[in-house]
């Protein structure tokens, strides 16, 4: 019983270290792998890759000072960050399941449930966000939809060309030729990020093109009438499946 508790004893100040070491190298193994992107703002990137470098050199003092203790060596800079215990572990687990398991990019179901929009909250919706001088097919989802938020009468974008990237929902309420393309706007976190969409008409029925995957959308803009609004609308004249993108959320 006295070698256990010894042995726990031993154990417990290393708890500190492993704990705070996972933290950091969880954090620059986000960054490193471009998973940043889909938790976070990038303009909060570096507050992340701080943080992490800072637990990093903290758990590597944490460590030589557990070295000191046990060869007797005296140190006058004990570090004292926490007690080792339940809380320790309790880190260490979290930080372990955060390099197990792979962030995924918000899909079609979290879109539906928050509600597909064409309209940029408020914090998005600043008029300096428009830029009438882009030519239309060079306009990226969002730009269209900071576009509407500008001026919202969809027959003013009547024959322009379009050109955008997303992932395609299949709205229930939507008829068989249409399907939403969609893309995520995030302004913190993921977990303010909120969906926006334009519907697309096409020559087909949607099912060609799975719920969730990429597309990429050539056409010209139109209006239409969906769930009883005039609603602007791309009439798809050439659809590409592309790969997700590194980083699928708009700014």
């Known amino acids: 019983m006295t070698a256990i508790k ?5 154990l417990l100040p290393w708890l500190d270290v492993f704990a705070i070491a ?17 938790l976070i703002h990038r303009n ?4 992340v890759i701080s943080g992490g470098i ?6 590597s003092l944490k460590a030589l000072d557990l070295l000191r203790k046990r060869r007797n060596i005296p140190n006058t800079q004990h570090l004292t960050l926490f007690p080792p215990g339940f809380s320790s572990a309790l880190l260490l687990s979290t930080a372990i399941l955060g390099l197990v398991i792979t962030p995924r990019v918000f899909a079609s179901q979290t879109a539906l449930q928050r509600g597909v929009t064409d309209v940029l909250q408020a914090t998005r919706s600043q008029p300096q966000s428009f830029r009438s001088s882009v030519r239309s097919d060079e306009r990226s989802l969002i730009d269209w939809v900071r576009t509407l938020n500008v001026y919202p009468e969809p027959d003013a974008y009547t024959g322009q060309k379009v050109k955008v990237q997303g992932f395609v929902i299949h709205p229930s309420e939507f008829p068989p030729e249409y399907l939403l393309l969609s893309r995520f706007v995030i302004t913190c976190c993921a977990a303010d990020a909120y969906p926006v969409g334009l519907p697309v008409k096409l020559t087909q029925n949607r099912q060609t093109y799975p719920q969730d995957s990429w597309l990429e959308v050539e056409g010209e803009m139109i209006t239409q009438d969906l769930q009883n609004k005039r609603q602007l609308t791309i009439q798809a004249s050439n659809l590409r499946p592309i790969q997700e993108p590194q980083n699928p959320y708009e700014y």
Do not use: D, E, P
């Not at 010894?6 to 031993?10: D, F, I, Q, S, V």
């Open 22 to 38: 996972a933290w950091g190298i969880l954090m620059l193994r986000y960054w490193h792998t471009g998973k940043l992107n889909l």
């Open 54 to 59: 800072g637990l990093s050199i903290i758990s």
């Open 44 to 47: 909060y990137f570096w507050l």
């Open 6 to 10: 010894k042995l726990r004893n031993y």
